[in-house]
């Protein structure tokens, strides 16, 4: 998979995990079927074959129960025991932005943790767009296979609907994947 691609990619992951479907959004997952059947075939026949309106109000309570009440998709509340959410560059992802010469407004995103999945995937897409792959491939391995499958194989057993047990997987195993392309394609820098 060509970078452009996988800047696609990340950039529809960040957005499934930013915040819940709206109306345009359960559109384009209608018009698009094969990108539903790339998500998980449970998540094509549930999308194709529901209401939009039904569909909405059913993965706002899925999202909503998954990922704001019951449990946030921040690295450091999922990896560090005491619960709280490190900040500047204390925290390990915003050193990591820091140290490869990247910033992250805070400021143009309602998310408010710099470790937050969504901001992660972001970050991801930005290195495919400017073909970082070295850095792409360490921030893989040293944060989000780290934290996000044990995550969300956790949160994927409470999930209520097909679309967002099928996007659990999907994550997972699209992480799994790139790091390998990545692997095979970037030098070992030891790291």
């Not at 309570?61 to 009440?69: K, T």
């Amino acid at each position: 998979m060509d970078n452009r691609a996988r800047a696609f990619v990340y950039a529809f992951l960040s957005r499934l995990f930013q915040k819940e479907l709206g109306t345009k959004e359960i559109e384009d997952l209608k018009t698009n079927p094969d990108l539903l059947t790339t998500i998980g075939e449970d998540a094509k026949n549930y999308i194709l074959q529901k209401d939009t309106k039904e569909l909405e109000d059913e993965l706002n309570i899925d999202f909503n129960s998954l990922f704001v009440v019951n449990s946030q998709p921040v690295e450091s509340l999922v990896v560090d025991s005491t619960g709280e959410i490190l900040v500047g560059l204390q925290n390990p992802v915003m050193f990591f932005y820091f140290e490869n010469g990247y910033e992250i407004d805070m400021n143009k995103t309602e998310i408010l943790a710099p470790d937050h999945l969504c901001i992660e995937f972001g970050f991801m897409q930005n290195l495919a767009f400017k073909d970082e792959d070295r850095v792409a491939k360490r921030f893989l391995q040293n944060h989000l296979l780290q934290w996000v499958p044990p995550y969300l194989i956790g949160i994927q057993k409470a999930a209520t609907t097909p679309f967002y047990k099928d996007v659990c997987d999907f994550t997972i195993d699209y992480l799994f994947s790139d790091y390998e392309q990545l692997a095979e394609e970037v030098e070992d820098d030891g790291v």
